[in-house]
Structures are given as C-alpha cells and as structure tokens.
C-alpha cells in the first residue's frame, strides 16, 4: 500500500466515525415506552422519569436511566424478564403468555409518513 492509500482510509474512518457522534447526539427519537396488553394501549412513560410500572397482575415494568425492562412476570417459561433492557436505542419487549408488549416510540402520534411506507 502506498502512502495515499493509508490517507484514504484515515479519512474515510474520520468521516464514519463523525457520523456515529453525531447521530448520537443529535437522536431525537426513544422518549417513551408504550405498553400494550391484549391489543390494547395500556399507557404510555416517559423514559427520562424512573418508575415502576405494575401491568395487571402479571407483570411489573421498570424504567431506570432511560431504559426499560421487564423486571417480573408470572409467565413460566421468564422470557421477558431475561430480555436485556430498552432504551432510546430502539427495541421490543414481549411476554406472549400475558400478552404484553413494551415498545420505546419517539412519542410523536403524528408524525408524516414517508413515501417508502406509502
């Protein structure tokens, strides 16, 4: 390899990892979690609010630090809670024996569609 080809390579890894840092910083989406049990909306937290979150008698919810998990369930086979936690990042939890869903949204219930989902 030549000395200019060493130079591409800084820069193309320079430019990768300013879009890395900036995408963290400038996210706007994963403020809140959304709970649905049975197809229904069971409520809606904010993530920056540290709570526990008691779902019918099945199931307890814990916000912490932004993220969420599933910190109790009656299910048997203890999927959910075993699931690592949610956060801003995204991501799903799900206890399929009593139908709960978390789900972390941007909170924005309006938001326009775009053209690939039309």
Known sequence: MRKNDFILIGIVLGAAALFFLFRGFFATGGGMLEITVGGELYGTYSLSEDQTIEIGEG????????????????????????????????????????????????????APVDSVAS
Request: aromatic letters at 4%; glycine letters at 10%.
């Open 59 to 110: 199931n307890t919810c814990r916000i912490e630090d932004g993220r969420a998990s599933m910190i109790w369930a009656d299910c048997p086979d203890q999927i959910c809670v075993h699931h690592s936690s949610i956060g801003k990042d995204g991501g799903n939890i799900v206890c399929l024996p009593n139908q709960v869903f978390l789900s972390v949204t941007d909170g924005q219930k309006d």
